[in-house]
């Protein structure tokens, strides 16, 4: 899987030594890797169950379909010039019934900057040019007003609410092909 590039952020594949070197706490590892500056607190204990919820066993079974279309986004730092992990966006699993669901995450350092915006729609632009693919859809909090902003400037549409397991309530987006 290549890269996708945008106009400020280049958006790399997350790979199985990626998500390796995450599980073992290595960030000297991922940004050998990634060839970028990682966050102090990056990755987090949370981001890892958030992002690679399936078992890291799963995962080295079968990386093509669980990291399906995941990717890191990264900036370049306009001071020095250096290439910053800013956040991720990840989508649950490749789509067995044509329906991508994706999810995204911006460090807060670099939240309001329009980087959420960008990635997410890039890679829902990338996911709709795969075959077979007819849809993406994404779910946030009702509550979540920028993450509403991200949907709706990424093209998704409001379509519905239903229930989360532990959010409770929440707003449904799609984008169809």
Same mark, same amino acid.
């Given at each position: 899987?290549?890269?996708?590039?945008?106009?400020?952020?280049?958006?790399?594949?997350?790979?199985?030594?990626?998500?390796?070197?995450?599980?073992?706490?290595?960030?000297?590892?991922?940004?050998?890797?990634?060839?970028?500056?990682?966050?102090?607190?990056?990755?987090?204990?949370?981001?890892?169950?958030?992002?690679?919820?399936?078992?890291?066993?799963? =995962?080295?079974?079968?990386? #093509? $379909?669980?990291?399906?279309?995941?990717?890191?986004? +990264?900036?370049?730092? &306009?001071?020095? *010039?250096?290439?910053?992990?800013?956040?991720?966006?990840?989508?649950?699993?490749?789509?067995?019934?044509?329906?991508?669901?994706?999810?995204?995450?911006?460090?807060?350092?670099?939240?309001?900057?329009?980087?959420?915006?960008?990635?997410?729609?890039?890679?829902?632009?990338?996911?709709?040019?795969?075959?077979? =693919?007819?849809?993406?859809? #994404? $779910?946030?909090?009702?509550?979540?007003?920028?993450? +509403?902003?991200?949907? &709706?400037?990424? *093209?998704?549409?409001?379509?519905?609410?239903?229930?989360?397991?532990?959010?409770?309530?929440?707003?449904?987006?799609?984008?169809?092909?």
């Amino acid at each position: 899987m290549e890269a996708l590039v945008t106009p400020r952020l280049i958006l790399e594949p997350i790979t199985l030594p990626v998500v390796e070197a995450t599980f073992r706490g290595d960030r000297a590892a991922i940004e050998d890797l990634v060839q970028a500056k990682v966050p102090d607190a990056w990755p987090g204990r949370a981001l890892v169950e958030r992002a690679f919820s399936a078992s890291l066993e799963h =995962i080295r079974a079968d990386p #093509a $379909t669980r990291l399906w279309g995941d990717r890191l986004m +990264i900036a370049m730092d &306009e001071l020095g *010039g250096t290439r910053l992990v800013v956040g991720s966006v990840v989508f649950h699993g490749k789509p067995e019934s044509g329906v991508a669901e994706v999810g995204y995450g911006v460090e807060e350092r670099w939240q309001r900057q329009g980087y959420a915006s960008e990635a997410t729609s890039a890679c829902v632009d990338w996911a709709l040019a795969q075959p077979g =693919i007819i849809s993406v859809t #994404a $779910t946030t909090p009702p509550w979540h007003t920028a993450s +509403i902003r991200v949907l &709706e400037r990424s *093209g998704l549409a409001r379509v519905g609410m239903e229930e989360h397991e532990t959010l409770g309530e929440v707003l449904r987006f799609e984008r169809r092909r």
